[in-house]
């Protein structure tokens, strides 16, 4: 009896356990799977591997982008269809007021808005809907195809000045009768990626910052069809 007395007192659940004595005669403390259940603190079952998982996707949603789920929210820039060839530049920034707008482009029947930040281009598409600019109908959609990478390029040869940081740039003809085959014609030997008519203006995109600038070098004193 002394013996057990001053043995220490075994823990419940050990012997059913089937765990046998240490090298010092002492069974190892353990407890069944309800008395483990019983005495575990408050909000351990959180702290689990379950509750593990649940954080780690609460964590990688934080890191997508706003909407990410699907196409309209993961595109940094709108088409935007005014019903009306009068709109110029201000009418649209002034309509997407309170949005970072990176630039503006209009097409024949179109303008290109880019944005920034993908948030922006998002929020900007639900608060266009169903507004008008100052009685003009507007028809705003996702640009499934823009152009323009966000975030632009991270170094472009020569940036150290504005010309060779492009990789766009603005002709202005002098006559509006000049076509895109006119156009690719006079920038031939350059890789251009697509060509845009604004109403006073012409847009030429290269696939390259380096074609843009060489090309407008080439371009300063020549004229079109001699």
Request: proline share 4%.
């Given at each position: 009896?002394?013996?057990?007395?001053?043995?220490?007192?075994?823990?419940?659940?050990?012997?059913?356990?089937?765990?046998?004595?240490?090298?010092?005669?002492?069974?190892?403390?353990?407890?069944?799977?309800?008395?483990?259940?019983?005495?575990?603190?408050?909000?351990?079952?959180?702290?689990?591997?379950?509750?593990?998982?649940?954080?780690?996707?609460?964590?990688?949603?934080?890191?997508?982008?706003?909407?990410?789920?699907?196409?309209?929210?993961?595109?940094?820039s709108l088409e935007v269809h005014w019903?009306?060839?009068?709109?110029?530049?201000?009418?649209?920034?002034?309509?997407?007021?309170?949005?970072?707008?990176?630039?503006?482009?209009?097409?024949?029947?179109?303008?290109?808005?880019?944005?920034?930040?993908?948030?922006?281009?998002?929020?900007?598409?639900?608060?266009?809907?169903?507004?008008?600019?100052?009685?003009?109908?507007?028809?705003?959609?996702?640009?499934?195809?823009?152009?323009?990478?966000?975030?632009?390029?991270?170094?472009?040869?020569?940036?150290?000045?504005?010309?060779?940081?492009?990789?766009?740039?603005?002709v202005h003809w002098g006559s509006p009768k000049v076509?895109?085959?006119?156009?690719?014609?006079?920038?031939?030997?350059?890789?251009?990626?697509?060509?845009?008519?604004?109403?006073?203006?012409?847009?030429?995109?290269?696939?390259?910052?380096?074609?843009?600038?060489?090309?407008?070098?080439?371009?300063?004193?020549?004229?079109?069809?001699?």
């Open positions: 009896p002394e013996e057990e007395a001053g043995r220490p007192r075994q823990a419940l659940g050990a012997k059913d356990a089937g765990l046998g004595e240490d090298e010092d005669g002492l069974e190892p403390a353990c407890w069944s799977e309800e008395e483990s259940e019983e005495m575990k603190p408050s909000g351990a079952e959180d702290a689990g591997s379950g509750g593990g998982e649940d954080m780690k996707e609460e964590k990688g949603e934080e890191m997508e982008p706003v909407g990410a789920k699907n196409l309209e929210e993961r595109t940094h019903g009306s060839p009068k709109v110029r530049e201000e009418d649209v920034r002034d309509f997407f007021r309170g949005f970072d707008l990176d630039r503006v482009t209009f097409g024949r029947d179109v303008t290109y808005v880019y944005f920034y930040s993908v948030k922006d281009a998002s929020s900007a598409l639900e608060r266009a809907r169903g507004r008008d600019l100052k009685g003009i109908q507007v028809d705003v959609r996702v640009n499934r195809d823009p152009r323009r990478k966000l975030g632009g390029h991270d170094k472009p040869l020569g940036a150290k000045d504005l010309e060779k940081r492009t990789h766009s740039l603005e076509r895109e085959e006119d156009v690719r014609d006079f920038f031939r030997g350059f890789d251009l990626d697509r060509v845009t008519f604004g109403r006073d203006v012409t847009y030429v995109y290269f696939y390259s910052v380096k074609d843009a600038s060489s090309a407008l070098e080439r371009a300063k004193g020549r004229d079109l069809r001699g």
